[in-house]
């Protein structure tokens, strides 16, 4: 059997490597366009940071690693310019000699990935002018900023690469300015959890740009849509990513919904005898079963896996992805999995929103702060996502909430997880149980609880509303919510004769827990219509930020 694959990064070399794992005798061969492979593309803007001294760290393996190891025979500079699917032939350029050939397969696999977007903008095309996707950007980009040394650079877009590359720039003394389409810095995450990322950029002096896109791009300038212009010796374009389905769509092979190649649980594609994986096919959403695109470094590798495992005969089967992602922005982590609210909403489920405010681990053992963002379908208790920002710890909670959804867990079982605990590593009760537990309290409690976006709906529409702040009276006259009645909580069951049993009564502290104890008591003793505000205080007061902004 001849098995060809064309494309040699994660995914193309993980399919490669596993079909040679199951069949000893069939030939395999790579073609690739570029003459960097299986090299890893997350760690370019550390590299472009110094925080990796050589750039030969991140393309360890080559051509000749890939015949002595597996027997795979891997062309580089090699461009699949053609696929005819019926006579089972590929025409191939090489792009040393000039030299275009024809080449045959039994087995083909696409793993194509995908392209940076250029919006078609004035200017995109400059020299100063980068984008980054592989290693030939990444060398391109570093001989800029050696030889030209520019001291004011613009990213435009603020997904993973864009922040990513921001960091690493200020942290190499430059003066950085992102701009962002949208209303919020990182699009993936929920406003109310992107404003904390706004703040970390904007502490470390970098300007920030948001509902505001590039209209021009000139000689050490750019120009934003409201008409400003902004200084720019160097512009990176981080606009995101589109799928490669050039040969895919010219063959004739299935496009699916979100312009990647269709493909079913075992990689293959409207051709059986073609398989495809990577950035370049469309995934399906654990939480949904719909159709998505999340082109992550781990989902190609591991599309890859099943790829090779398919071709050669094997069962494995994809179980689909979660768009799971994590970055690091200055000091925080910024992580995030399954549904955002906006999504669960969209997708129709009936959501419950939790915000959490815990220390990662003991505090006095350095435990720093964690805001968790969880979301729970209130219909059948299924935990649906999770947003989580903090500077320790953030890594090890989204992948217990990713196992988690992934196995169909419901609120309250987050509680009866048997999770690690010591103080140099956790609280008794771990932040991701008490997510489960503010969860499931307010779906099956009757301990309800409000986003500060539904407090405001309240008071918009003229409910008789009492808003009770349970802090101290310090921190109640250093800033609280319009029209709140201060009444500490060391002091509140003394007052509750005072409070009106027809009010909707809302409670709140700083970060939730005292909100929630307060609304405990007022339970108790017979009010009926009692709520708690998501994250206390210090949600609010993010929530409020955004609403001035718009």
Not at 42 to 61: D, F, I, N, S
Not at 110 to 131: E, M, Y
Not at 179 to 203: F, K, N
Not at 417 to 429: E, G, N, R, V, W
Request: glycine share 10%.
């Amino acid at each position: 059997m001849r098995i060809i694959v064309i494309g040699a990064v994660a995914a193309g070399t993980s399919a490669a490597a596993k079909a040679r794992r199951n069949d000893e005798e069939a030939e395999i061969i790579i073609y690739d366009k570029d003459r960097y492979i299986s090299y890893s593309g997350c760690g370019m803007p550390y590299y472009l940071g110094k925080h990796v001294e050589k750039a030969e760290t991140l393309t360890p393996r080559d051509p000749a690693f890939f015949k002595k190891k597996y027997n795979v025979d891997v062309l580089v500079r090699h461009e699949v310019l053609g696929l005819d699917a019926a006579a089972k032939q590929l025409t191939v350029k090489n792009l040393e000699s000039g030299e275009v050939f024809t080449d045959h397969y039994d087995k083909l696999v696409l793993a194509t990935g995908a392209k940076a977007v250029l919006p078609p903008l004035p200017g995109v095309r400059k020299d100063h002018v980068f984008v980054l996707r592989n290693i030939v950007d990444m060398n391109s980009i570093d001989a800029f900023l050696t030889q030209k040394a520019p001291r004011q650079i613009v990213i435009v877009g603020t997904g993973f690469i864009g922040l990513e590359l921001c960091e690493n720039f200020v942290e190499r003394g430059l003066d950085v300015t992102l701009v962002e389409m949208l209303p919020q810095v990182t699009p993936g995450l929920d406003p109310d959890m992107a404003v904390y990322v706004e703040e970390e950029l904007l502490r470390h002096g970098v300007k920030v740009f948001t509902g505001n896109g590039v209209q021009e791009i000139g000689d050490g300038e750019v120009r934003l849509a409201n008409g400003e212009t902004l200084p720019a010796d160097m512009v990176i374009m981080a606009t995101g990513v589109k799928p490669e389905v050039t040969l895919a769509r010219e063959a004739g092979l299935e496009i699916g919904e979100t312009g990647a190649i269709k493909v079913n649980s075992r990689m293959q594609t409207s051709d059986t005898d073609i398989y495809a994986c990577g950035d370049c096919i469309e995934q399906f959403h654990v939480v949904t079963g719909k159709p998505v695109y999340r082109p992550l470094g781990s989902t190609a590798n591991k599309t890859g896996r099943i790829a090779g495992e398919c071709v050669t005969g094997g069962e494995l089967e994809f179980r689909g992805v979660l768009g799971t992602g994590i970055f690091r922005v200055f000091d925080l982590a910024v992580a995030q999995t399954g549904l955002a609210e906006r999504e669960a909403l969209a997708a129709g489920y009936d959501v419950q929103v939790s915000h959490n405010i815990k220390p990662s681990r003991a505090a006095y053992l350095g435990g720093k702060e964690l805001v968790i963002k969880a979301l729970a379908d209130r219909v059948t208790g299924r935990i649906l996502g999770a947003q989580i920002i903090g500077e320790d710890g953030v890594d090890k909670r989204i992948d217990v909430f990713v196992t988690a959804i992934s196995f169909g867990a419901k609120a309250e079982d987050l509680f009866h997880l048997d999770l690690a605990y010591a103080p140099p590593f956790s609280t008794t009760k771990d932040p991701v149980m008490y997510s489960g537990m503010i969860l499931d309290n307010a779906i099956s409690k009757h301990r309800a609880q409000l986003t500060a976006r539904e407090v405001q709906n309240l008071l918009d529409q003229g409910e008789k509303v009492t808003i009770i702040d349970t802090r101290v009276t310090a921190q109640f006259e250093k800033d609280h919510i319009d029209t709140a009645l201060s009444i500490p909580h060391e002091i509140f069951r003394a007052s509750i004769s005072k409070l009106d049993k027809d009010s909707i009564l809302i409670t709140y502290c700083n970060k939730g827990v005292t909100g929630n104890a307060t609304q405990n008591i007022l339970i108790n003793h017979g009010f009926k219509r009692v709520f708690s505000i998501s994250g206390g205080h210090k949600t609010f007061a993010q929530w409020r930020k955004l609403s001035k902004q718009d």
